[in-house]
Nanobody, 112 residues
Framework: QVQFVESGGGLVQPGGSLRLSCAAS????????VGWYRQAPGKQRGLVGT???????FYVDSVKGRFTISRDNAKNTVYLQMNSLKPEDTAVYYC??????WGQGTQVTVSS
């Protein structure tokens, strides 16, 4: 069972950029899709987007055009590049490959 550890969060001003990393404890070659999720204060966790083993992406409308999810199978790492950040992007961000529970996530705060 592969576990994922998120990192790269922090405080950023509106319009800024941040890249999150999702390091897997084992090989991700066999994982078809890895997703990024986020949970804002007082809200339920929701999907941000996914990347498949073939490099196909899905994004929710609210982040489309601003966020990019990619994966490096050789490094067992999935990335979330976030540009043009908005205050409403503030949340704890998680990654998950569907084979286990949730990690601690990484906090992203967008504020001036």
């Amino acid at each position: 069972q592969v576990q994922f550890v998120e990192s790269g969060g922090g405080l950023v001003q509106p319009g800024g950029s941040l890249r999150l990393s999702c390091a897997a404890s084992g090989s991700i070659y066999s994982i078809y899709a890895v997703g990024w999720y986020r949970q804002a204060p007082g809200k339920q966790r929701g999907l941000v987007g996914t990347v498949t083993s073939g490099g196909s992406n899905f994004y929710v409308d609210s982040v489309k055009g601003r966020f990019t999810i990619s994966r490096d199978n050789a490094k067992n790492t999935v990335y979330l590049q976030m540009n043009s950040l908005k205050p409403e992007d503030t949340a704890v961000y998680y990654c998950n490959g569907g084979s286990g529970g949730w990690g601690q996530g990484t906090q992203v705060t967008v504020s001036s």
